[in-house]
């Protein structure tokens, strides 16, 4: 798994784009603190970019005028947020124990094999990136697999091959 507390510098400043912004605007009222815009602004930050750089970080700081250790601090927690560049195909399996226990490391293992890549890692060709990710909600129906946001219950190799098909 990739290590989540090293922070890739673009050497580019960050800024929203104009949806993003006035977006960011609208939820400022909606919040009662300007910190609790953490969580929100960096889901617009991932909307726009696909992943959070530190630069985008410090903006998302000053925008809501707290600290880039809070914003930092909360990027790191959740795995939801990619702090890295990721493939076209973002590939999440959940690493929870009902999920690891019904076959989670079966599923790992073979996009190991067939796509060539770790958890962390992205293909070669940019395609495919593999992530190992906290509990992703669907316990009854693991494992789970998420690809770019949309959500693959009852997984199995089988299953997987079928759904890695339609990715290529």
Known sequence: MSDRSQLIETGKPFTFDAQ????????????????????????LIQEQEGWISAEAMAYAADRIGTYASAVYEVATFYTMYNLHPTGKYHICVCRTLSCYLLGKQEIVDYIRQELGIKPGEVSADGQYSLEEVECLGHCGTAPVVQVNGEFYENMNVDTLKELLATLK
């Open 20 to 43: 993003r912004d006035a977006e960011f605007e609208r939820l400022v009222k909606r919040y009662p603190t300007r910190e609790s815009l953490i969580l929100p602004a960096l889901w």
